[in-house]
Nanobody
Framework: QVQLVESGGGLVQAGGSLSLSCAAS?????MAWFRQAPGKTREFVAR????????NYADSMKGRFTISGDNARNTVFLQMNSLKPEDTAVYYC??????????????????WGQGTQVTVSS
């Protein structure tokens, strides 16, 4: 069982920045951020794959969001810049404890954080 502790989030005006962090209690193969807005399905935001140190982003986040992390501490961060009202959602940290070809789908991840609210006002 892997425990996840998320922090960060909050309220910011459009164009502003926020950062999120997530610490996992056990070994992970990849860590990611997803988000879910009211009435919408959970969507992929970004992930980091430790074995090759690679990152991947959803198209709408490229250039605005940056995922980084510390493999040794099983910690991942999400820096969000140029935030838009449509970025408003609950953001979830997720971890995968096994190797998978991709790390972009909800089903690719085994454990989830409790979620943290990000609200961007116009």
């Amino acid at each position: 069982q892997v425990q996840l502790v998320e922090s960060g989030g909050g309220l910011v005006q459009a164009g502003g920045s926020l950062s999120l962090s997530c610490a996992a209690s056990g070994r992970t193969y990849a860590m990611a951020w997803f988000r879910q807005a009211p009435g919408k399905t959970r969507e992929f935001v970004a992930r980091i794959r430790w074995s090759v140190g690679s990152t991947n982003y959803a198209d709408s986040m490229k250039g605005r969001f940056t995922i980084s992390g510390d493999n040794a501490r099983n910690t991942v961060f999400l820096q969000m810049n140029s935030l838009k009202p449509e970025d408003t959602a609950v953001y979830y940290c997720a971890v995968s404890t096994r190797g998978r070809p991709m790390y972009r789908r909800v089903g690719d991840f085994d454990y989830w954080g409790q979620g943290t609210q990000v609200t961007v006002s116009s």
